[in-house]
Nanobody, 116 residues
Framework: QGQLVESGGGLVQPGGSLRLSCLAS????????MGWYRRAPGKERELVAQ???????NYADSIKGRFTISRDNTKNSMYLQMNSLKPEDTAVYYC??????????WGQGTQVTVSS
């Protein structure tokens, strides 16, 4: 019964910024690893960033240095700050929750479009 809801997507010009949010409910958020994935049309889903319950992070090489993942356990929320956006970042972005390496919830996705 876990649920994740993304928000914050939209249209932005190359070089611009967006901040995505993911609100969790129905499960214990604080002991879950969280992640952002994305899927572009005709392409496979890819991992963008992950954050552990204690704040450790890892990033895909394609976005390293531009995106920052964070979480606020008091709000059951996880965020992705996206800066210096490029057209190739255009995708549907999905929130994911895992425990012991097993996915327990997916969000429905939020569209990010980077275009001039």
């Amino acid at each position: 019964q876990g649920q994740l809801v993304e928000s914050g997507g939209g249209l932005v010009q190359p070089g611009g910024s967006l901040r995505l949010s993911c609100l969790a409910s129905g499960f214990t958020f604080s002991n879950c690893a969280m992640g952002w994935y994305r899927r572009a049309p005709g392409k496979e889903r890819e991992l963008v960033a992950q954050i552990t319950p204690t704040g450790g992070t890892n990033y895909a090489d394609s976005i390293k240095g531009r995106f920052t993942i964070s979480r606020d356990n008091t709000k059951n929320s996880m965020y992705l700050q996206m800066n210096s956006l490029k057209p190739e970042d255009t995708a549907v972005y999905y929130c994911n929750a895992q425990r012991f390496g097993v996915t327990i919830a997916w969000g429905q996705g939020t569209q990010v479009t980077v275009s001039s």
